[in-house]
């Protein structure tokens, strides 16, 4: 079997770069390989956008205000003129996907595992699977891998119905309860659905990953903490996300997702990055015959990997950190910086906001 692209892995962002193949025009035929069964509403996306975008008209939940707390009580809110605070389930996000993709040149399989990836001598590719072996002219892998990185944020989520309303249901608890210690921060996100209908997630900075099962103890404290009973547990989610990739595991392979460095290093956040590598990276393909990984400016990177180091080296002082930046930072600039958006007066401001101290240690030091 021969195809234009293959694409290995069919989550957020290979669906993501087969739609986007689609929808530009590409007439090559387009293949990707899943190895999971069937798609379920396994986890959320988040972000910030604007009213007239697409991810902004299709998310299924919207805020204008979010809350930063610390164990000590300093917090403050942001509000959102220009844009919102999104919520996307995988399960609309997977359903949109598949339907863009009901097209004759661009195919799906499922319960596929790759085995392995080499070069012909035709510059082309002999992708083997379990199902078969099929060349290709492109190959994209967004599988996840497990990558070393400068801190873990390792989280577990419960999407619960509740015994009576949560307080400020209009509210997102972005980042709440800030604390760390000398090993890690920790904190609380809660997203309001309803007053009767949450989504609560532990989490932790770490300089290693952890297994989400142990932040047990961090969801009932979070639960008391808000005065929260639930009623019942619709689902479960958790992940292991890599903050700050220090190596990108050694391919000749074009990788995209959070194993393409898709990530925002200092927060997480990584759903529009995906989607704008992804139309990129097709109009590069359908221009050029040519695939990429993301992309990211030099400073910004630069400037994220410090910052995680420093919270790394530094993480009691972490919750002081984003508080000083959430109260230098109106929420729309806020939401700019956090959404790649940001100019010269946000950088500044985020600058400005920070001790000063610490970070020209981290420099001195290498960091």
């Known amino acids: 079997m021969k195809v234009n692209v293959a694409i290995l892995g069919a989550g957020c962002a290979g669906l993501a770069l087969a739609r986007c193949l689609k929808e530009q025009g590409f007439s090559g035929s387009v293949l990707l390989l899943e190895s999971r069964q069937c798609y379920e509403n396994d ?8 009213p007239d975008s697409q991810w902004h008209k299709m998310a299924q939940y919207r805020w204008q205000q979010c809350l930063f707390s610390s164990l000590n009580d300093a917090q403050h809110i942001h509000y959102y003129d220009s844009t919102s605070y999104c919520c996307l389930p995988a399960e609309n996000y997977y359903d949109f996907c598949l339907q863009q993709l009901d097209s004759a040149n661009v195919s799906l399989k499922m319960e596929v595992e790759v085995v392995s990836v080499s070069p012909t001598r035709s510059q082309s590719w002999l992708v083997e699977t379990t199902s078969g072996n099929l060349e290709a002219d492109i190959v994209i892998d967004t599988r996840p891998r497990p990558c070393e990185a400068i801190l873990y944020q390792s989280f577990l989520g419960y999407e619960v119905t509740l015994s009576r309303p949560i307080f400020a249901p209009d509210t997102v608890r972005l980042m709440c309860n800030m604390h760390g210690d000398n ?11 309803s007053p009767w209908h949450i989504l609560i997630e532990p989490t932790v900075f770490h300089r290693y990953p952890l297994n989400p099962d142990l932040l047990k103890d961090d969801l009932q404290s979070a639960l008391r903490a808000e005065d929260i009973e639930i009623e019942s547990i619709i689902r479960r989610e958790s992940a292991i996300l890599p903050m700050g990739q220090t190596h990108l595991e050694g391919s000749v392979l074009v990788k995209g997702g959070i194993a393409g460095g898709a990530l925002r290093a200092s927060s997480g956040y990584g759903f529009l990055r995906i989607q704008a590598w992804a139309l990129a990276c ?3 393909i359908i221009t050029k015959q040519k695939a990429f990984s993301h992309q990211q400016h030099h400073l910004q990177a630069r400037m994220d990997h410090l910052f995680l180091n ?7 002082d972490g919750p002081d950190y984003f508080i000083r930046m959430a109260s230098q930072l109106n929420g729309d600039q806020f939401s700019a910086f956090m959404s790649d958006e940001a100019g010269m007066k946000e950088w500044m401001q985020v600058i400005s906001a920070l001790p000063k101290w610490p970070f020209i ?7």
Request: net charge positive.
């Open 310 to 316: 420093v919270i790394k080296h530094n993480p009691v």
């Open 43 to 50: 986890r959320t996306w988040c972000y910030w956008a604007k």
């Open 361 to 367: 240690k981290e420099v001195m030091a290498g960091g």
């Open 183 to 193: 090993q890690c921060m920790r904190f609380y996100y809660i997203l309001p659905f």
């Open 282 to 284: 097709a109009q590069s």
